[in-house]
């Protein structure tokens, strides 16, 4: 992200809220804070306000240095309440299981934020939630990295239950001068000065089902959600791409240098172009299928079988294990919920 982009990076202005309940809840004014450093309280109310990201780390840094509290970033996450996200929290607390939601807020990512970027990796045991400040943006202050994945956590355990902890924390700040309060909030090992703000959780932990799960519920939020980002966005490389890779399909799952080409692009400059969306190649063509997927089940004339083939998968029983590992469900099991 460079250029305008830099200028142009910005924040949910809703994450506001959770900041000045913090600042409050230390006795300061939020709305004095909010004024000296050039934020208008007025906008909260409105629903399309975004902040710019350089106020946004100034907002944290004064409340940082106004309640002498070297951790709050991490108290103003606790003060986050879900619907504050207002689509993608609603679509959160209805995912079928964590994992759900953390591949939702990775997808959504940059409602929240087009200063960072989030990246999931994962194999058979654990899952990797990665958060980095985007190109050409500099470091993050500390505060803010606080604040981002403590936010994550926050959600995670506002489905689930408190008792809810990720295996290791990893974060690019630096040290603080007491790092108890870090690992008591996180209830996990932290490590500070490392290269990227990682969040590793055991995928057992992760993939249990939810009792709240609703899938109706989620997909009309993700439509609120992705017509939002629609019109956000505007033209954008991902949407370009997954175009591509819906009409690809059905011949099986296209490359990234198959995409590239059609888009007359080299595979370099696509891997750079979604980078500064905050997604990759890989990110899209998964979440496509399991869009599509979801979309084709709930078809009461679509068989599974015939799902699979449209989706890109070879064997019907490959496309049933990947479902079963996005969703924690079987895709009849699915099907069934959702026709009821």
Not at 94 to 117: C, H, K, P, V, W
Request: proline content about 6%; some cysteine; charged content about 25%.
């Amino acid at each position: 992200m460079t250029g305008d982009s830099q200028q142009d990076a910005s924040v949910m202005g809703a994450f506001i809220l959770p900041v000045a309940t913090a600042l409050r809840l230390r006795g300061e004014d939020p709305l004095e804070v909010m004024a000296s450093i050039g934020l208008d309280p007025a906008q909260v109310a409105n629903p399309e306000w975004r902040v710019p990201e350089v106020q946004w780390q100034q907002l944290l840094q004064r409340g940082v240095a106004v309640t002498g509290d070297e951790s709050f970033g991490l108290f103003a996450a606790l003060q986050l309440r879900p619907q504050v996200l207002r689509s993608l929290g609603l679509a959160w607390l209805a995912s079928d299981t964590i994992y759900d939601g953390l591949r939702r807020m990775i997808r959504f990512s940059q409602l929240l934020t087009t200063g960072s970027e989030l990246r999931l990796e994962e194999d058979d045991e654990l899952v990797r939630v990665y958060s980095h400040h985007a190109e050409g943006l500099g470091d993050m202050v500390p505060c803010a990295v606080d604040f981002g994945l403590a936010v994550i956590v926050r959600m995670c355990r506002l489905t689930v239950g408190e008792y809810l902890a990720p295996v290791s924390v990893e974060m690019t700040r630096p040290s603080p001068a007491d790092s108890y309060r870090w690992e008591y909030q996180f209830a996990a090992p932290v490590r500070f000065s490392g290269p990227e703000n990682c969040l590793c959780w055991s995928r057992s932990d992760i993939e249990e089902p939810l009792v709240t799960g609703d899938p109706n519920l989620a997909r009309v939020n993700d439509e609120h959600s992705q017509a939002y980002l629609d019109g956000f966005l505007s033209h954008s490389t991902s949407r370009d791409v997954v175009g591509r890779i819906i009409e690809r399909l059905p011949d099986g799952p296209p490359s990234q240098r198959q995409i590239a080409d059609a888009m007359h692009l080299s595979n370099r400059t696509l891997q750079r172009k979604l980078k500064e969306e905050g997604t990759s190649f890989m990110d899209l063509l998964q979440d496509t299928r399991l869009q599509l997927a979801r979309k084709y089940l709930r078809s009461p004339g679509r068989s599974v079988v015939e799902t699979a083939y449209l989706l890109g998968f070879s064997e019907p029983s490959t496309f049933s294990r990947a479902f079963k590992r996005w969703t924690g469900q079987a895709p009849a099991d699915y099907r069934e919920q959702s026709n009821r």
